[in-house]
Structures are given as structure tokens and as C-alpha cells.
């Protein structure tokens, strides 16, 4: 049963265009979303997150976009550069859960961003 | 600072044998993770540790799977008696959470271990 999904094994992009990653989530107790990039060789790391109680957050090229009531997740990267192409994680907190911080991943998206 | 760091970086393995990952976290990270990723899916959450309990061992997938953890200090994933489904990526990550306060959800991997069992 996967509670979240990214539908898109992968998108590729002109640089400079936009790139948008999608999440889908099922569970209606996750709180705290997060979106993680990792390079081939390397664990992921952490790109940008959000609350459940906002709709959007940004940092520089990055904006995170969050529709409960679809139970879906966007990540925006504007201008998308070659060093964008990675993979990308969608991840959810299940607050109903535990106090903790065990995070539910998406299968991934692979991003390549063209010169 | 040193980041999170796994060893060994490849491991290959007959099926039956045991292997043994290791994992040292961030200094003054008490919460710890292990994920585990399949070809083609995402991250799968094995199983947490705050300090050197484990309070959620759910995600482990048989009683051939264990960890262990030495104060907020190093942390050792076996698999005994490895079986082909056992390959993937085997990935640790840690975080300052404190117990039972979610301060900070930002988890920091390693570059992970991949495991191959013939």
C-alpha cells in the first residue's frame, strides 16, 4: 500500500524553463511534508519542506506547493539548471503515528534538466 | 562538520551468509534511521532508534533482520541468512530529534550501502 506516490518516473526539462515534481499522498494524517534530492553514489539530501497547515514555502529557486484537500504535492524549481538533474523524493510525517520524525518516501522522480 | 557515514560502500554476499552494515551518525544526533531502497522504489523505513532504544522496529521486514546502536553512537544493521530479495541500498540517516518532540523533520543520510547477495 503506498501512501505516497510520485506518478512520474521521470521528467527532463530545457534549463531554464520551470520543472514541476508531483507528489500524491493517501494519508490524512501526515503533517509535514519534504522533498529530498539525491545524486547517483550519494544519500539524499534535504531540498525543501512544508507544513501542513500552509500551502506554500519557498527558498530561492524552489517553492513547494501543498493542496490537502487533493492530497497533493508540488516542487517548482524555476529556473531549472543542468545541476538540478537528479532524483527527487517526495516524503511525508504520519502525525497520527508517533512523535517522531519516521518519514513515508515516494518512489522518486528522476529529473534531467537539459542545457 | 563530518556528515553521516556507512560502511562498506559495496557489499556482495553469497545467499545464507550474514553481513553487517555499519552506520556512524552526526555527532549529538540522537535519533537515527535506517531506510532501505529496492531497484525502481523509493526508501523504505526499517526501523529508529533515540539514543540506543529502538521505540519503532516496524519496518524491519523478518526476524533475519536486526540493529543495534552504542549510545547515540554507531549503529550496526545485520541480515542473517541473506537472501536474494535482501539486495538494495541499504541507507542510514540521522536527525536531532528529541524524544518525543518532532522538532526538526530535516533527516541527514548517509551515501548508503549497497548490498548484492548472489
Known amino acids: 500500500d503506498q501512501q505516497v506516490k510520485q506518478n512520474s518516473p521521470s521528467l527532463s526539462v530545457q534549463e531554464g524553463r520551470i520543472s514541476i515534481l508531483n507528489c500524491d499522498y493517501t494519508n490524512s494524517m501526515f503533517d509535514y511534508f519534504l522533498w529530498y534530492k539525491k545524486y547517483p553514489a550519494e544519500g539524499p539530501t534535504f531540498l525543501i519542506s512544508?507544513?501542513?497547515?500552509?500551502d506554500k514555502n519557498e527558498d530561492g529557486r524552489f517553492t513547494v506547493f501543498l493542496n490537502k484537500s487533493a492530497k497533493h504535492l508540488s516542487l517548482h524549481i524555476v529556473p531549472s539548471q543542468p545541476g538540478d538533474s537528479a532524483v527527487y523524493f517526495c516524503?511525508?510525517?504520519?502525525?497520527?503515528?508517533?512523535?517522531?520524525?519516521?518519514?513515508?518516501f515516494g518512489q522518486g522522480t528522476i529529473l534531467t534538466v537539459h542545457p | 562538520g563530518a556528515g553521516v557515514s556507512q560502511s562498506p560502500s559495496n557489499k556482495v554476499t553469497e545467499k545464507g551468509k550474514d553481513v553487517e552494515l555499519r552506520c556512524d551518525p552526526i555527532?549529538?544526533?540522537?535519533?537515527l534511521y535506517w531506510y532501505r531502497q529496492r531497484l525502481g522504489q523509493g526508501l523504505e523505513f526499517l526501523i529508529y532508534f533515540q539514543g540506543n532504544s529502538a521505540p519503532d522496529k516496524s519496518g524491519l521486514p523478518s526476524d533475519r533482520f536486526s540493529a543495534e546502536r552504542t549510545g547515540e553512537s554507531v549503529s550496526t544493521l545485520t541480515i542473517q541468512r541473506t537472501q536474494q530479495e535482501d539486495s538494495a541500498v541499504y541507507l542510514c540517516?540521522?536527525?536531532?530529534?528529541?524524544?518525543?518532540?518532532?522538532?526538526?523533520?530535516?533527516?541527514?543520510f548517509g551515501p548508503g550501502t549497497r548490498l548484492t547477495v548472489t
Open positions: 540517516a540521522s536527525s536531532l530529534d528529541p524524544p518525543g518532540i518532532a522538532v526538526s523533520y530535516e533527516q541527514y
Open positions: 512544508i507544513s501542513s497547515i500552509k
Open positions: 516524503a511525508a510525517r504520519d502525525a497520527g503515528g508517533t512523535s517522531y520524525g519516521k518519514l513515508t
Open positions: 555527532s549529538g544526533h540522537t535519533a
